[in-house]
């Protein structure tokens, strides 16, 4: 791993902080499933499916991980996502995450899949669905382990042919009723304002989905408005150039709005260029949901303890605010209300215990 993220940490946290941080249940509620490929897994499926890499080895290719914006980033993500052939590729790389999360107590995540990354390259729709959800199901038997799929829309492209992707998705909605819960947007923000897909939105609520929008990462405070006011999403992931306009800021404080704060991938994007300078401790005392997550950890160099571990030191985040995050997780999370009281008396009892 690079360590030019480390240097950013100015003071070191204490070995009982960091214990801390690894202890506390968590949530993740921004977390794309083809951003948690690692180099190594990679190159297996790479030689499983036998598809050329133009990386020779695995040290060259996690030498590529030097993004200078969200765009270059995107690249050599979907040049990865390449791999991806059969349903047990979709299900490995699942696997791989759950058992990196859960070894970050993450008790519950809710995972973004892009099926155009996919059906792009001529892969069936259902065979992305069955992959990521048999890993899911087999986690939640065997490790109670829950979690939710949030289907993504890729924003580059167009309404239209998010609508195709709907189309072709509704049929297997019944199969997995258990675990597909929401409709989410990403990819390339500017240029791309979230009115671009204000009507299949609508025909999303319509068909009960939960909703969510990457804005205000690259984008500016009037995309996050926009996926307020146009798509009525429920929660806003990234959102941390809402603090350029005040009043927004107002609004997202009284509604409660969540954003889905991902740390190291605005580091490693350049949205910030020290972590000092991130402002999620200033939205955080200023009363806004915060909640921390990894978005694509095999790309930013850090799951979701990496992610807390990060923020703790630069922004010398207290006890108390820690658990607020995981709090705000808890409560931003489209659990049941019975899940949701269940894992925060977990999490009442680990802070009662510290
Ligand atoms: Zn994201």
Request: glycine fraction near 6%.
């Amino acid at each position: 791993m690079s360590s030019s993220a480390a240097t950013s940490v100015s003071p070191p946290l204490s070995s009982t902080m960091q214990a801390f941080i690894a202890a506390m249940p968590k949530t993740e509620l921004h977390l794309h499933i083809e951003g948690t490929l690692e180099p190594e897994l990679l190159f297996a499926l790479a030689q499983r499916n036998q598809v050329a890499l133009p990386y020779s080895s695995v040290e060259a290719l996690r030498a590529a991980y030097a993004f200078s914006d969200l765009q270059s980033f995107l690249d050599l993500y979907y040049a990865g996502a390449n791999v991806l052939r059969t349903e047990q590729d979709f299900f490995d790389m699942t696997a791989a995450y759950i058992e990196r999360a859960r070894a970050d107590n993450v008790r519950h995540a809710e995972i973004f899949f892009d099926p155009q990354t996919h059906t792009e390259r001529g892969i069936d729709i259902g065979i992305v669905f069955a992959g990521i959800a048999r890993a899911l199901r087999a986690a939640r038997e065997q490790h109670g382990f829950s979690s939710a799929m949030i289907m993504s829309f890729l924003r580059h492209l167009s309404e239209e042919e998010a609508f195709a992707t709907l189309e072709a998705a509704l049929p297997l909605r019944s199969h997995y009723a258990d675990l597909w819960h929401g409709i989410g947007l990403d990819s390339a923000e500017r240029g791309n304002p979230p009115e671009k897909f204000e009507r299949v939105f609508a025909r999303c609520k319509e068909l009960g989905f939960h909703l969510v929008a990457h804005a205000g990462e690259e984008g500016p405070p009037a995309y996050i408005l926009g996926a307020l006011d146009v798509l009525k999403v429920e929660r806003i992931d990234h959102g941390v150039r809402s603090e350029e306009d005040p009043q927004l800021m107002q609004r997202l404080i009284q509604q409660q709005m969540p954003l889905t704060v991902c740390p190291l991938s605005n580091l490693k994007l350049c949205v910030v260029d020290e972590m000092a300078q991130h402002n999620l401790a200033r939205l955080l005392r200023a009363g806004l949901a915060v909640t921390v997550n990894s978005d694509d950890p095999a790309y930013f160099g850090g799951y979701m303890n990496d992610n807390y571990l990060a923020v703790a030191g630069a922004l010398a985040l207290t006890r108390d605010e820690l658990l607020q995050l995981a709090r705000n997780g808890i409560n931003a999370s489209f659990l049941p209300a019975d899940d949701k009281t269940r894992l925060s008396n977990e999490l009442e009892q680990f802070a009662a215990t510290q």
